[in-house]
């Protein structure tokens, strides 16, 4: 069985930096490719960023070019580093297998950019 665990968030301000992470318990890691998902208040929970096991990344329009996953299959660890924070991107972020396939969801990390 797979679980994760996020860490990393915080408050920052417009245009600030923070690097998630995720470890992942489970031997299944480096099978699957991995996701990183966010939720803000009020809204569905929506995909971010993802990275093939080989390590090819894909990011959705409203963070490209602002944000870089990465991971360490030896460690189990995913990495999602932002920069250049907007107010928009205030949300509680979550780590996933891409797709799903059903694993249960971590308790997040919350991010909060703010003045």
């Known amino acids: 069985q797979v679980q994760f665990v996020e860490s990393g968030g915080g408050l920052v301000q417009p245009g600030g930096s923070l690097r998630l992470s995720c470890a992942a318990s489970?031997?299944?890691?480096?099978?699957?490719?991995m996701g990183w998902y966010r939720q803000a208040p009020g809204k569905q929970r929506e995909w971010v960023a993802s990275i093939t096991r080989g390590g090819t990344p894909t990011y959705a329009d409203s963070v490209k070019g602002r944000f870089t996953i990465s991971r360490d299959n030896g460690k189990n660890s995913m990495y999602l580093q932002m920069n250049s924070l907007k107010p928009e991107d205030t949300a509680v972020y979550y780590c996933?297998?891409?797709?799903?396939?059903?694993?249960?969801w971590g308790q997040g990390t919350q991010v909060t950019v703010s003045s």
């Open positions: 996933n297998l891409r797709p799903v396939l059903g694993v249960a």
């Open positions: 489970g031997s299944i890691f480096s099978i699957y490719a």
